[in-house]
Structure formats: C-alpha cells, structure tokens
C-alpha cells in the first residue's frame, strides 16, 4: 500500500529530476492509457495481470492541476525562491490510484441483523466498528434508504457478535461497501415481505407496491410507514431478517501473484505547496489542494473528513512521526513527549477538497466508493513538495536523497548536503 507508493513515487521524482523536467510531465507520461490510444493493452493492466475497467486517473489529475493552478503555482514558487536566498518553497502533485478488498478472499464478507418494531421503528446491527469515522451514520442512511423512510426512524446498534457472527476487521477500508451492502440485502427481503400488507392496505397488487419518503405507495395511494409496520405485527409478519454480503468476483493467486485482486479502485491526486527554513529545517505547509474520488458519495461531509484526516494523518506518517530504537531495540519515541503527531495547528488554512463528480461502476451502497485509507497517499505530496524545495537550495542542480520522514532535522542535513553537491 502506502509504502510501495512512496517507493515508486521516488523513483517517478528522481527521473524527472535527472532529465530536467517537472515530475508533473513524468507522472502524466506514466499514467494508465486506453489501449486504443496507446495500441497495447498492457497500459490499461496492472502487474499483477488485472484489467482496469474504472479508470479516470488521468481525469483527476487534470482537474486538481486546473483546480489548484499548479502551472502559474509553479512559476511563482520559482519566482519566490529566486528572490529569497534563506527561505524555499516547492510544490508537488502526486496522484493516488488503489485497489479496495480484502487480499485474503475469505475476508471479503458482511452481515446485518434488521429488526422492525411494531411502532415502524427500525434497529439495524452490522459487523463493521464504529471508531469515529461515521460508519454507523451512512450505514443509518443505506438501511433509511433501503425501506424508504427517513433517517430518525433507524437506530445502529453497537457491533455484538451475538448478533452478527464471524464479521471481518473493519479495516482494508471496506467497512461501508460490505456492511453496507449487507444492509441493503437484509432491506431487500423485508421490503419482499411487507409488500403484501401494503398491498392489502392499499387494495392494490403486491408487484405495484414501492417505498419512498416514509410511505408505502401503490395504486395511487400511500400509507405511513408506522401503520404499516404496525399492520404487518398485527398480520403476523416476521419483523425481524438477517442480511449477507459477499464480495464478487474477486480471486488472487499468490503462487503466481496474479488474478482479479480488487473489485473495484479508488482515484485521486493532490497538490501541495511548502515553505522551508533552509537554516533551521523548520518547514510550513502553506497550501493543499486534493481530488478524490469517492464515487457517488454516501455522505460528502463525512467523506471530505475522512480525507482530510486522512491527509494530515500521512502527512504525520511523512514528516513527523520519527521511530528512534535504543543499541537493544528498545523504542525510545513510546509517547506524547517523544513521538511527534500532526495537530490542528499543522492544517493549511488553504485545505481545498473536491470530490470528483463520479460513480461506482461496482453496484455498491448509493454506487459510492471506500474513502478511508485511499487518501492517506495524497499526503506524498507534501513529502515531494518539501524534497522539492531542498532542490531548490540547491538551485535545483543536484538529486535530492532524504529519508522519512521528513523532519527539521533531516530537511537541514538534505539542504546542506545537496548544497555542497552541487558546489555552493
């Protein structure tokens, strides 16, 4: 995941460093192509023998490259570093393709149990755990929308085994797609059986009954959703179902490391502009914008914080968040008061997110995509932006090697030794 990305996002960097060129140029160059474009068909496949049938990588970049004005951006950071010889600035933009299952196929699974008061009040239990991220919130608005009634009448309760089994981690940022999808199973049976009480109510055919803005509608009629409910009690009617979810069509090989490994994949790319103290190490971050694709979002709030957090938190990841071990491998950096965390005082005033207009070809929840860990990669950008302006210490006339993350230290040590590299 992240990991790989960083590593074959340096070598895109020093490519483009040794030709002269800007990284933007070479990235555009080694992006996906449609094989009618490029006449093979290994530009549309990934390493791993896969076909990409999602693809609007390219589509990304060039919005966030309009978006943030990354050309006219570049110039002026140019002009800024010509201008000032103790201060640099870089920018960078790096896009971010990944693919969402689970590696281990078993993992790929979701439960629900969906339970219907007599009063129409619903209470809905997953697998997946609410830690913060909103899961519960969507999964209220996918189960809502499954029995076409408004939000206040469901109720998520706190993930328990006894009452679904077996559940998946809720990690590989499938918590939404597999719960989700479970719910929407479980709502699909039960919209099957109160359909023939809503028929009898409304004297009309089964097949004719729909269920939309906290009515069941049908031969020109409707009837609220809590008479109905407390017409299926009355009728006998089982109120309460399970629902399951398997993800399809997902299989890979790990003795020949090929096969259809994800369902789906997720896109974005960032732009990221800093400023750095070429005698200090000390280093702003003055501006970020992102595009992200999350399909046809559940809930854009939750999801433009999810990838806001989800910035700052690789951006930690990448500049900050220094591991130090003793001659024993005894890790010295194990709190607070040693291991550094980005904090809201490390957030650009200038954090711009768009969500790429955009939906999942995948029939998941609402056709949205994960967002969870996906946009964690966009935080490279600010990694390359702060390399970038290390080269320009150095008037850009030598390749800079530093490691992450990129803390004061290392940023310092990077400057002085590309400097004298390059003979300054």
């Known amino acids: 995941g992240p990991q790989g990305m960083f590593g074959i996002e340096t070598v895109i ?35 791993y023998n896969q076909l990409i049938e999602d693809w609007v ?48 196929t078993m993992l790929n699974q979701g439960g629900a149990l969906l339970n219907i008061y007599m009063d129409g009040s619903v209470s809905v239990n997953h697998g997946g755990t609410e830690m913060g991220q909103g899961l519960n919130t969507k999964m209220a608005q996918v189960c809502a929308d499954g029995l076409g009634i408004s939000t206040r009448y469901v109720r998520v309760t706190g993930t328990d085994t006894q009452k679904v089994p077996n559940a998946s981690a809720t990690s590989a940022s499938s918590g939404a797609d597999i719960n989700g999808a479970a719910i929407m199973n479980a709502t699909q049976q039960m919209r099957e059986r109160l359909k023939p009480v ?57 003795t020949t490391l090929n096969g259809r490994a994800f369902y789906y994949y997720c896109y974005g790319a960032a732009v990221s502009e800093v400023e750095i103290d070429t005698r200090t190490g000390e280093w702003w971050l003055k501006a970020v914008d992102i595009v992200h694709d999350a399909g046809k979002s559940i809930n854009p709030a939750i999801d433009k914080g999810q990838i806001e957090g989800a910035y700052v938190q690789g951006m930690g990841w990448l500049t900050m968040e220094e591991c130090i071990w003793d001659k024993k491998g005894k890790l010295l950096t194990h709190g607070p008061s040693t291991y550094k965390i980005p904090v809201a005082g490390d957030v650009p005033e200038h954090l ?22 996906p946009p964690l990669m966009l935080a490279l950008s600010s990694y390359f932006a702060l390399r970038d302006a290390v080269s320009a210490s150095a008037h850009h006339q030598t390749v800079v090697h530093m490691n992450a993350p990129a803390t004061p230290e290392r940023i310092l040590l990077a400057c002085e030794k590309a400097k004298s590299a390059a003979g300054l």
């Open 13 to 47: 960097e020093q490519i483009a460093n040794s030709l002269g060129k800007d990284p933007l140029t070479v990235r555009k160059l080694n992006l996906y192509q449609d094989p009618k474009v490029s006449g093979n068909p290994a530009t549309m496949t990934t390493q």
């Open 198 to 254: 809503a028929a009898s109510m409304l004297g009309c055919d089964a097949s004719e009954v729909t269920f939309a803005a906290d009515h069941a509608h049908g031969g020109g009629k409707s009837v609220a959703w809590a008479a109905l409910a407390k017409q299926a009690w009355l009728d006998r009617v089982g109120l309460s179902v399970t629902g399951f979810y398997m993800t399809p069509e997902i299989k890979y090989d790990f």
């Open 57 to 104: 990588g390219d589509k990304v970049v060039n919005q966030v490259e309009a978006e943030s004005g990354y050309w006219a951006r570049r110039e002026a950071v140019n002009a800024f570093n010509k201008a000032n010889t103790k201060r640099k600035r870089g920018l960078a933009l790096v896009p971010l393709k990944f693919g969402i299952s689970f590696t281990a």
């Open 352 to 373: 711009k997110i768009s969500l790429f207009e955009n939906h999942n070809l995948k029939p998941t929840p609402f056709q949205s995509k994960a967002v969870g860990e």
